[in-house]
């Protein structure tokens, strides 16, 4: 135990490492033994003593009522520059819905984070986060936020009816900062002890393998069994949850959004759109959509090169046949009698209505035919 501890798990926490001696190394002795034994040893340091106590907010009493956002910088893979952790999780349970590596914090991660625990899961009562910029305007450092200019992701949780809170001090988001410190702590050595080193592959063991793990062994149930989660349309979420900015078509039909220039294609609507009043939406995965109103007029990738819609297949089933005049038109003939033909089994007259007048029997010939004889 003191040989294993002393080397691929070196600097683990006892609680930490005792799983792993239990689950992987198939170790019986309990978790008090090992922690005397690395005391002993030298290998651990004793805890220092705490502080004085501060009474914790209550959570949340179930699901769904509300969500922590939060993003920690740290080396989080070993051998590259500290990169961002975007964790969402519930106040009431600590279950962490989503977490994932970026670059840098931002609206763009934001919104990614959103899109799937809503997609998910459905529509929080509120959201609870930081002061960072891409969340909130603050007029003054480290003042009061201003709630009557929201930035994109306050606009769009505004359009979703969520309440967005904002933290004014450390102390206020405990417990999400204390859940960075287990991640820190934990998701660090998990990440070097299976050899991961790049993003792509990172964010795949945390979703499969890290988050079930660590939600068993720290989330914890709610005090009712109740979930405030409102189930809502991922179509919907995903046009919320983007970047929507206004334009306005220039002469050549185009529009300018973060040096590119998306191109409108032509369309049976009207000839052009210039200087018509658009909208530009800029969705997590980085690709653009035009809208004019609530229609959309095209979607471009990343790069600005437009893409090309899906055509819309024909009904299998059409909603009535067509007409006699069409099918004569299209080269096919009548496929059943008209509409005002007679029923089968019954015969009529062969004159319905004014008997038809022979040719040259018009009111103008009668009336020359009679002045002569006259």
Not at 255 to 274: E, F, I, K, M, W
Request: hydrophobic letters at 40%.
């Amino acid at each position: 135990m003191l040989e294993l501890y002393g080397g691929m798990y070196r600097g683990w926490n006892v609680k930490h490492f005792h799983e792993h001696l239990v689950c992987d190394h198939g170790f019986r002795w309990g978790y008090t033994w090992v922690k005397t034994q690395l005391h002993t040893a030298g290998l651990v340091e004793r805890a220092k003593r705490r502080g004085a106590h501060r009474r914790k907010r209550e959570r949340k009493p179930f699901e769904g009522m509300m969500l922590h956002q939060d993003g920690s910088r740290a080396a989080w893979l070993a051998e590259r520059p500290a990169l961002d952790l975007i964790v969402t999780m519930d106040d009431a349970t600590s279950t962490i819905y989503s977490a994932f590596l970026v670059e840098e914090e931002g609206t763009a991660s934001t919104f990614r984070a959103l899109l799937e625990v809503f997609t998910a899961h459905g529509l929080p009562s509120s959201l609870y986060t930081d002061r960072g910029s891409h969340y909130f305007y603050t007029p003054e450092a480290d003042g009061a936020v201003d709630k009557d200019r929201l930035t994109q992701v306050g606009r769009a949780l505004k359009h979703l009816g969520v309440e967005h809170i904002p933290a004014y001090s450390p102390e206020a988001r405990g417990r999400s900062e204390r859940m960075f410190g287990t991640l820190q702590d934990r998701l660090i050595k998990e990440l070097a002890k299976a050899g991961i080193g790049d993003i792509a592959a990172a964010n795949r063991f945390i979703a499969d393998v890290y988050l079930p793990a660590h939600n068993a062994r720290f989330a914890r149930p709610a005090a009712l069994a109740d979930n405030a989660f409102v189930a809502a349309d991922p179509a919907l979420l995903a046009e919320a949850l983007c970047v929507e900015e206004e334009r306005v078509v220039a002469r050549d039909n185009t529009v300018t959004y973060g040096r590119r220039t998306l191109q409108l294609p032509a369309s049976p609507a009207r000839a052009h759109y210039v200087k018509a009043r658009v909208k530009v939406r800029e969705y997590p995965d980085g690709t653009l959509a035009v809208f004019h109103g609530p229609r959309r007029l095209a979607r471009y990738s990343a790069q600005g090169t437009e893409i090309a819609a899906v055509p819309t297949p024909a009904s299998v089933t059409p909603c009535s046949p067509p007409s006699r005049t069409l099918r004569a038109a299209a080269g096919g003939g009548p496929s059943g009698p008209s509409l005002t033909a007679a029923a089968r089994g019954i015969t009529g007259p062969e004159q319905v209505g004014t008997k038809k007048r022979p040719p040259g029997r018009t009111k103008k010939l009668i009336r020359k035919k009679a002045a002569k004889a006259a």
